[in-house]
């Protein structure tokens, strides 16, 4: 995730003049995104298949209302930001090529006016993905350094 969001700010704020650099790390942001979606794909299957311990009983509503819409939340944005990327690159007229190997079918054809739209909510998206994990990390700091209660070893 790191190198995806690293590449898409570089990308988005920092464009590279040379283009044969740009091009590879829009493959190298494309194609982790890709390898991300099947990933958490699979990482929801076994989830389902092995669901994890509850949390202790002692944890407030709020906390646990929060770590439940903050988990369903990325995996929800790590499974669509992969395929409004995937989209709004066809529709800007660029086929995907995964690592510049394995090349993908695009579902739609050139249209720009959509690939704006697309490229707005991948944009919007990255920043809310961004916001989840910061929160996400800052619940890791709160049961590790506030609450104390062992949450991290329940995941091991």
Do not use: C
Not at 37 to 45: D, G, K, N, P, T
Not at 66 to 93: C, D, E, K, Q, R
């Amino acid at each position: 995730m790191l190198v995806i969001i690293a590449a898409g700010v570089w990308l988005s704020y920092f464009e590279p003049a040379d283009q044969a650099l740009k091009m590879r790390l829009y493959n190298v942001h494309e194609s982790l995104g890709v390898t991300v979606f099947l990933m958490v794909l699979a990482r929801i299957v076994y989830r389902w298949r092995h669901p994890p311990p509850p949390l202790p009983a002692d944890t407030p509503p709020l906390v646990r209302t929060a770590a439940h819409l903050t988990h369903i939340s990325l995996y929800a944005l790590l499974l669509l930001m992969p395929v409004i990327g995937f989209l709004a690159t066809n529709a800007w007229g660029f086929p995907l090529s995964l690592f510049g190997v394995l090349p993908l079918p695009s579902p739609i054809d050139k249209n720009e006016a959509l690939a704006q739209w697309l490229s707005l909510f991948h944009w919007l998206g990255a920043i809310v993905i961004v916001l989840l994990i910061s929160g996400h990390l800052a619940g890791v700091v709160y049961h590790t350094f506030i609450r104390r209660d062992g949450l991290l070893k329940r995941m091991t």
